[in-house]
């Protein structure tokens, strides 16, 4: 994040300056000269600036109005010592992000910093998608298999977020995909070389989390037979990822949030302090906010580790993605066990399309792995996973030749995709262009039409 900070008085803004570096925000800039701002900001692409309401020569609203029209995806902040409605309305209206009154509490301003330059991200996704070119996603996400406009939509969002190195909360019900998001924005951010640490909080009891978090020396305790670098030294220039921070006894919380701050940390039995360079992504499905309510959860840990706040949707929710994720572990678990394993059955598809999933990704992954594991046909039926075959259609229940199997399983498909030629394509196992010729084959016969019409009446 590319910060800039605007004062006539160089005790505040030196002031300002080492705060948010001590909180791990390492391009900030100050200018003491209101014309001089306005020249940096016109020509330097800076993500958040901090503005002082009274200076010499110009005051903050008229940098604000000289400088907003040429950079708009730059968010302002004014800083006052004077606290007037009409002034506060004006600089809204120009397009400030928000205006906080000196003097500003420490925890307030880093706050209000941080959810200017999500707003920013925010802002910048949604600009692309109006504009027809939506940001297209790194490599980084490539292991996120969807097609869900939802789903884009927050990787887009993740990506941008990803990049600013500030902290990450990932939430949402189990196996909906949590860590592999959280790898993405590693590798998406501004240190994808370093380490990624990967903890289970849950996993690890109270009376070894010192030890495991902070490190310890040789002697510090019994059984320490060596010097032992903990979780926040071995993810120094890195990430360090924390699954189920929602476990995080609170009896901890004071130690762990003591670090954030500091950003260093003491092993057991020596007293010298260990400076540490890392990104804090954490994910739960706990409702922290609920947390902090009830007193499981400190408030202020909890602003430390939410900088930016990523919600995965549930399986049920992610529009079109169970033949696609279904597909996906169908042919790794294919490949896995030596199976001849083709695909599903369309009638095997509109079941697993009307489960709920309660244990979301990993209990589709399982379901289906378990279905080849188990199934000696090439294309899975509804009994490897359980259940039984729907009625056949009466228009069905004859012999048929070859074609017209074709035709049906086409239709199926057509149908379940709501018309989308590519996701039918991907399904069938053939190229769009194919799919457009079947199309145009059908379309011949009386007996699809109303299936085409529901289709064109889709919009699809």
Not at 369 to 380: F, H, K, N, P, R
Request: glycine share 6%; with cysteine; hydrophobic share 40%.
């Amino acid at each position: 994040m590319k910060i800039l900070m605007v004062d006539d008085e160089p005790i505040a803004l030196n002031s300002l300056q080492r705060l948010l570096r001590r909180r791990g925000y390492k391009d900030v800039e100050i200018c003491d000269q209101a014309p001089a701002a306005v020249e940096r900001i016109k020509s330097i692409d800076f993500d958040v600036v901090f503005l002082d309401l009274l200076m010499p020569e110009m005051d903050g609203l008229q940098v604000l109005e000289a400088t907003k029209p040429f950079c708009p995806h730059t968010e302002f902040i004014m800083l006052t010592a004077v606290d007037e409605v009409d002034t506060a309305v004006k600089a809204l209206r120009l397009g400030a992000y928000d205006y906080l009154v000196k003097p500003v509490d420490n925890e307030r301003l880093v706050l209000v910093l941080e959810h200017a330059y999500e707003r920013k991200g925010l802002l910048s996704g949604l600009a692309g998608a109006s504009s027809g070119k939506p940001v297209a996603l790194s490599d980084a996400f490539a292991s996120i298999i969807t097609q869900c406009p939802r789903m884009k939509e927050l990787l887009r969002f993740a990506q941008t977020m990803a990049k600013s190195g500030n902290p990450v909360l990932i939430t949402g019900e189990s196996g909906t995909g949590k860590e592999l998001l959280a790898r993405a924005v590693h590798e998406a951010g501004p240190a994808p070389d370093g380490p990624y640490v990967p903890v289970n909080v849950a996993s690890v009891s109270e009376s070894l989390f010192e030890s495991q978090f902070f490190g310890h020396v040789k002697g510090a305790f019994t059984g320490a037979t060596m010097d032992y670098p903990g979780f926040f030294e071995q993810a120094h220039t890195g990430t360090l990822f924390l699954d189920e921070i929602g476990e995080l006894p609170l009896s901890l919380q004071a130690k762990f949030l003591r670090v954030l701050e500091d950003k260093k940390v003491m092993r057991l039995g020596n007293p010298q302090q260990i400076p540490v360079d890392i990104r804090i992504v954490s994910a739960t499905n706990v409702d922290l906010d609920k947390a902090c309510q009830q007193g499981a959860f400190r408030l202020d840990l909890m602003y430390r580790i939410k900088s930016v706040h990523l919600h995965l949707p549930p399986l049920r929710e992610r529009e079109g993605d169970i033949p696609l994720l279904a597909d996906h572990f169908l042919k790794k678990a294919a490949l896995r066990h030596g199976k001849e394993t083709k695909g599903f059955r369309p009638d095997t598809l509109e079941i697993l399309q009307q489960q709920s999933y309660p244990g979301n990704i990993r209990e589709l992954a399982q379901k289906v792995e378990t279905a080849v594991l188990i199934s000696q046909e090439e294309y899975l039926p509804p009994e490897a996973f359980g259940q039984e075959a729907p009625p056949v259609p009466t228009f069905a229940r004859r012999l048929c030749s070859l074609k017209e199997d074709a035709d049906l399983h086409t239709a199926f498909v057509l149908r379940q995709s709501n018309g989308d030629r590519n996701q039918a394509a991907h399904i069938l196992g053939v190229t769009v262009r194919q799919v457009q010729r079947k199309i145009a084959e059908m379309k011949k016969e009386p007996r699809w039409q109303k299936l085409f019409d529901d289709i064109e009446v889709a919009g699809r």
